[in-house]
């Protein structure tokens, strides 16, 4: 079993686009620019937004954390979202999700430009990404591909079952591995919560990349899996002890695993690689430089 380390991979693609910027800067340009709006007091959101400022600095951009109260109205949210589309000196733009249960997020994500939408959610986008056209991929799905791509895991006609069908990594990661990407062509299998048990051990038994995201300690168990599996653990759970756990029985699981993500470190640290990634592509496309 060999681990696929999001901290390593995450850290030489982030050192590889500090060096595009400061080639960008040093003929004049100004850096990249990427904003963040949080609001309220979510723990964990705040520990991820820290993550993704923490990283513009390491790439070399320039960020800024705009912070709101939990009682913003869903019209406030979408005028100083307006505001931020139109401003020329923002590349990227990032609403931390979730929001407030007052403010519908399907019209925040809808509200953001596309050519600032950093996150890779917007129908724009999502839509261009499903037909394999230039786009923002939505990030952990773009994320878990790079992981593959920096570990030289073989992809092409490989048999991948991916368990979760969310917006945020289930659809789009089974659409781009099945896709003709840089990586993809897999003949992709996507299961949720209504598979029935017996349909869903048949495919992960035959499985040679598993990917799950379902937000429950351990689903995944030993019995699930054949020798030689690739997994992508993409859940991040913590138990009342404390500790961070992902959706994978790691400490069983990991014995029949060729390979297999750690839980944290693993595609926690890819989401924000590719947003650094991203953000890159938007300050690009802004200076026609791509």
């Known amino acids: 079993m060999k681990l696929l380390d999001g901290k390593i991979c995450a850290e030489s693609l982030v050192s590889d686009i500090s060096k595009k910027v400061v080639g960008y800067v040093g003929s004049g340009l100004r850096k990249p620019h990427m904003t963040v709006i949080l609001i309220g007091e979510h723990a964990p959101s705040e520990s991820y937004v820290k993550s993704k400022i923490k990283s513009c600095a390491s790439a070399g951009f320039d960020s800024a954390l705009l912070r709101f109260p939990e009682n913003i109205t869903e019209s406030e949210l979408l005028a100083k979202i307006s505001s ?171 014995k029949k695993c060729s390979w297999i993500t750690p839980v944290p470190g693993g595609v926690g640290r890819m989401t924000v690689a590719a947003l650094m990634i991203n953000t890159l592509m938007a300050y690009e496309n802004n200076f026609n430089l791509l």
């Open 84 to 254: 931020i589309n139109a401003d020329p000196a923002t590349d990227g733009l990032i609403v931390q999700l979730p929001v407030p249960k007052h403010i519908n997020p399907q019209n925040i994500i809808n509200a953001i430009d596309p050519e600032k939408d950093i996150d890779g959610f917007h129908p724009t986008n999502f839509g261009r990404m499903t037909l394999g056209q230039k786009a923002f991929r939505p990030a952990t799905a773009y994320g878990i591909c790079k992981l593959l791509q920096f570990y030289e895991i073989p992809v092409k006609g490989k048999h991948c079952v991916v368990i979760g069908r969310s917006n945020i990594v289930g659809k789009p990661i089974s659409i781009m591995l099945s896709n003709d990407f840089d990586i993809g062509n897999a003949t992709v299998t996507l299961t949720h919560i209504e598979t029935p048990r017996e349909l869903l051990l048949d495919e992960t038994r035959r499985a040679d990349i598993i990917v799950v995201a379902v937000g429950i300690p351990g689903f995944v168990t030993e019995d699930m899996v054949k020798e030689g599996v690739v997994m992508i653990d993409v859940g991040i759970n913590r138990l009342e002890s404390g500790k961070l756990v992902g959706d994978v029985d790691f400490e069983n699981v990991s």
